[in-house]
């Protein structure tokens, strides 16, 4: 049981580039979450899913799309990256009742 | 919308001390809070629900909806407890608004 799977780890990006970043839960949990950490700011949401086959807007959405084409499955995208999106990214999920399991983040520099 | 606010960026106690991390919240509903803790660059870990009433590693968190608060304590802080802690509340759609943070220091 690995709980939440995030990958990858670490990523240094060019401004302008794209990449995925995929998180992976093996709890058959319905919700997902993308969250961002910055310094003196705490985690803040990006998207998140309430079921297979949906989305939503979090707090900070601008600069990424998200995908959950599986319930076990949750990727974060961003088209064309930004220095002011260099962060620490975590995924997390929840069923209803329970607290959130988090992956173990990953750490995204663009420069 | 839902609220947390963690007023300390930084606390810092000897062992041995009681430590307190504030966290008070807004919300309009009935709230539904949790104190995360997060180890040097580690993922966060679920320390307490406030409905399981329960106590972690020493830790507990009472819900005072008068003053609207979730203080999270500890009589004798250790060496181990120095980490981030995170207050949140669920809401809507099952998400967790989380507070700035406050990181604990423990001092020998």
């Known amino acids: 049981n690995a709980g939440v799977t995030q990958t990858p780890k670490f990523r240094v990006l060019k401004t302008g580039q794209s990449m995925t970043l995929l998180c992976a839960q093996d709890?058959?949990?319905?919700?997902m979450y993308w969250y961002r950490q910055d310094p003196g700011m705490g985690l803040r949401l990006i998207h998140y899913s309430v079921g297979e086959g949906t989305t939503a807007k979090g707090e900070v959405p601008d600069g990424y799309n998200v995908s959950r084409l599986k319930k076990q499955n949750f990727l974060l995208g961003l088209e064309s990256a930004a220095p002011s999106q260099t962060s620490v990214y975590f995924c997390?999920?929840?069923?209803?009742?329970?607290?959130?399991?988090f992956g173990s983040g990953t750490r995204l520099t663009v420069v | 919308a839902q609220r947390v606010t963690q007023p300390e960026k930084l606390l810092s106690v000897f062992k041995g001390a009681p430590v307190e991390l504030k966290c008070n919240y807004s919300y309009s509903g009935s709230p539904e809070l949790f104190w995360y803790v997060q180890y040097s660059r580690q993922r966060l870990q679920l320390l307490l629900r406030?409905?399981s009433r329960e106590s972690i590693k020493g830790f507990t968190a009472d819900l005072n909806k008068g003053e609207t608060s979730f203080h999270l304590k500890k009589p004798f802080a250790q060496e181990e407890d120095s980490a981030m802690y995170y207050c949140a509340s669920r809401g809507g759609g099952n998400k967790l608004t989380f507070g700035t943070g406050t990181q604990l220091k423990v001092e020998l």
């Open positions: 997390a999920s929840t069923a209803t009742g329970y607290g959130y399991t």
């Open positions: 709890m058959n949990h319905e919700y």
């Open positions: 406030h409905i």
